[in-house]
């Protein structure tokens, strides 16, 4: 660029044109260069939003704390709720992912807009809306096809939706990315496409794990309760460590967090995550893989539980069967996955809040929002989470699907029947064929109703 404004000085007028005029990021044009964090823009602090109750009842306390109690109870109501909720059924959690998905996203965008609200970027937040909702349609679709197939068949509305929702999804997105293009403006060129690829990042880390969230929900509530409760066990216990021994400081992006807060919550979160399988394992409700019974159109969590979920006799490690006085014990499989996730909830999942804290340092910003009192944004209690939801899914995909074909088989051959309810001249040879591919050694059910007589 040094080198066309140098040659624009000796006359050239062509190429004057282009240094002056064309090129984005000149400085001619007044662009801001982001070059050292030194010229972010701050973002306008987040007002106190602790209710005046608290304020009067904890104004007696230092500052450490009041925050400790603001705290202690908001956290207690937050589990009390999502207990509720649980209790309500899939549907409910499937509403509460959802919903969560579009606060954070909310917080993430509102950041950006306040940064860069002065230079007037046209269409910003309603594009990065309108993008939201095209990659909720995409995602959210998938899931329609794959579980609620019986639902579609009987609509024909939503036959022609499921049939072309890949086109549809990228005509939707391809007008938003069309309306992107026509926005630009020669002032703000570079700006804008730092704000494109913000709204794009942010879908990424929101909108893709939410989905891998609700996709683990469909493999058995306990399967999205343990790592869910995990994460949230070692924030607890974290805190609670550091605020009472903490001395050592663990990483400089989060100079609050401790190594005697991170040892703790370590060891707390896997004892917890053992006990939380166990109890968990022994109800169907929680180890059956939801699924949409078309005949009632209501999820149902009703299975003969697989292999993970019977209980099984292990030896004891040798210090343990000293301190227990035997030597076997009575456990489930699922309890020795549960160490692995509690183990990344404790170690790998913290550093999705790190990486949260550095975006945050970047735009001299405390919390994400403030939601919540004492504890910051629905992304400041959440940052962890996405990180566990992508590794539970690797893990199940990768861990636990080829041993669990049983299972599968029977889910599968519950939707063919389904199907058959629907679609009397489908051929029974169709479901018996899918279901010998998944499981070769078991028996397949003859039931003379469920046959293809009528079907030519």
Known sequence: MSELRRRGAGGDHETESIGDKDIDGDEKFGELDLRNDSEVPEVVPATDSTPEIFKKALSGLSSRWKN????GILTLVMISAFSLIIY???????????????????????IGY????????????????????????????????????TFVQRREQLQFLIRYHRFISFTLYLAGFCMFVLSLVKRHYRLQFYMFAWTHVTLLIIVTQSHLVIQNLFEGMIWFLVPISSVICNDIAAYIFGFFFGRTPLIKLSPKKTWEGFIGGFFTTVVFGFIVAYLLAQY???????????????FVTECEPSELFQLKKYSLPPLLQVVLGK??????????????LSTFASLIGPFGGFFASGFKRAFKIKDFADTIPGHGGIMDRFDCQYLMATFVHVYITSFIRYVSVRCHFRVNWKKCKQMLLYQPC?????????????NKQLTIPLDSKMGGENCS
């Open 327 to 340: 030597e076997t014990a009575n456990m489930y499989p699922f309890q020795m996955h549960s160490i692995a």
């Open 68 to 71: 400790w109690w603001i705290r």
């Open 284 to 298: 169907q409700y929680f180890v059956c893989p939801v699924e949409y019974n078309g005949e009632t159109n209501r």
């Open 88 to 110: 309500m059924g899939s549907f409910m959690l499937m509403l509460l992912v959802l919903t969560i998905q579009v606060k954070c996203f909310h917080e993430i965008i509102t």
């Open 114 to 149: 306040r940064v860069y609200r002065s230079y007037d970027l046209p269409w910003f937040r309603t594009l990065s809306w309108y993008f939201l909702l095209c990659v909720n349609y995409f995602f959210y679709g998938e899931t329609v096809a794959d579980y609620f197939a």
């Open 426 to 438: 489908l051929k029974w040879w169709s479901c018996a064929k899918l279901a010998l591919t998944l």
